[in-house]
């Protein structure tokens, strides 16, 4: 699994990157605020520690998009007092100053306080280290206590979880339980719940005009969860509106996203997804599933032309799945061409966007 910021590259760390994290902490300028360069011996034990390391303790490793060059380790792993979460950075010296920190590090902490099910993570530094305080407080972070440690004044920044609910749109290219059992995209969907209940998930077949094998293999994929679905003649239900909005999830599946639309605002079904999603309930989808909650849509109709469709406008600019289809791309070329303003997200069968607030915050590649 990889997370793709803009610029950077973020994954798990493996035992392969030893020789790459053998260099950053052997680094004088690196290691200045940290202690000096520590011995062999405790890189090699540190990195022992850092790949047997238990869930959600998580060490990750970063490169350039562009030239896969390595540029440093970030982690969020257990505090001193062992209560909250520390996140912890270590860039090598000639990436410093480009933003690229920053860049990481916002959507580290998205995911420390989401994706790991984390309420609220710390960073700790040297006061004497000003350009580390000064981003700490440009991610937001406020700091909260002065101390001493290790013989130097430190630091101590928080960023807690405010209690706004967060909007959240997941939008499938391939993959998912239609196509994977287990789905590592499914499980990620899951996670961003954040619930310790069972988690409540709907799916809405609208788009493959409720096709029953595809709700068998929804309720397959969710058997353990709290699963339900919603057909189109139940959307006429008084009590509808009740039942979408106590879930946690609604899925959307793939088919025709015309058709999708068309239904979805003969029934009012529209106004209701869009209530949900204010209220923080994360809608996911793949395909027609995914681009319906953008301005504009441009795929295939009944008669398998190409057509454009209003979407629900959750999301600006548009979205075209399944870009690795050589007719689809050359289509949605031609189309985007008249469209020049139009902000378009092309993805291949194994990408998906993760958008929080209606800002792209993960790219993610599975494989």
């Known amino acids: 699994m990889k997370i793709m910021s803009t610029n950077c590259v973020i994954e798990q760390l493996q ?52 030239t896969g060059e390595f540029i440093g380790l970030v982690s969020i792993d257990e505090y001193h007092d062992k ?17 690229l920190a920053f860049e990481v590090l916002t959507q580290v902490i998205q995911d420390g306080l989401n994706y790991l099910n984390i309420e609220s993570i710390v960073a700790e530094t040297q006061t004497a280290n000003k350009a580390s305080c000064r981003l700490l407080e440009k991610l937001g972070m406020k700091n909260v206590q002065m101390l001493e440690r290790f013989g130097q ?3 101590v920044y928080e960023l807690s979880k405010n209690n706004e609910p967060i909007r959240q749109i997941i939008a ?7 196509q994977q059992n287990p789905s590592f995209i499914d499980e990620y969907i899951l996670r961003q719940t954040q619930k310790n209940e069972r988690v409540k998930i709907c799916f809405i077949p609208t788009a493959s005009n409720d096709a029953q094998g595809y709700i068998e293999k929804f309720y397959t994929a969710f058997h353990h969860c709290d699963a ?42 529209d106004k209701l997804l869009k209530e949900a999603y204010q209220k923080g309930i994360i809608l996911a989808g793949i395909s027609a599933g995914a681009m319906c909650w953008f301005e504009k849509c441009y795929s295939e109709n ?12 959750l999301l600006s600019g548009t979205y075209c799945p399944h870009y690795n289809d050589q007719e689809r791309r050359r289509a949605f070329d031609r189309w985007i061409e008249n469209h020049p303003t139009l902000q378009a997200y092309t993805l291949i069968d194994t990408e998906t966007l993760h958008f929080r607030d209606e800002k792209l915050v ?5 494989y």
């Open 302 to 313: 009944t008669y398998d032309d190409f057509e454009e469709w209003n979407g629900l406008g």
């Open 83 to 99: 209560e909250l979460y520390e996140l912890s950075y270590q860039f090598l010296p000639q990436f410093w100053g480009k933003g």
């Open 362 to 366: 993960a790219k993610i590649q599975t």
């Open 153 to 155: 004044e430190q630091a």
């Open 15 to 66: 035992p392969e990157h030893f020789t790459d994290i053998q260099k950053l902490y052997s680094n004088k300028q690196v290691r200045t605020y940290l202690g000096g360069v520590p011995s062999n011996s405790y890189i090699e034990a540190s990195f022992k520690g850092m790949l047997e390391a238990p869930f959600p303790n998580t060490y990750l490793y970063i490169t350039l998009k562009e």
């Open 172 to 178: 499938l290219s391939g993959g998912g339980f239609s």
């Open 228 to 269: 339900t679905h919603i057909l189109q003649k139940d959307m006429h239900d008084r009590s509808i509106r009740e039942k979408v909005l106590a879930q946690h999830i609604i899925y959307v599946g793939g088919g025709n996203t015309g058709y999708l639309l068309e239904k979805w605002r003969e029934y009012g079904f």
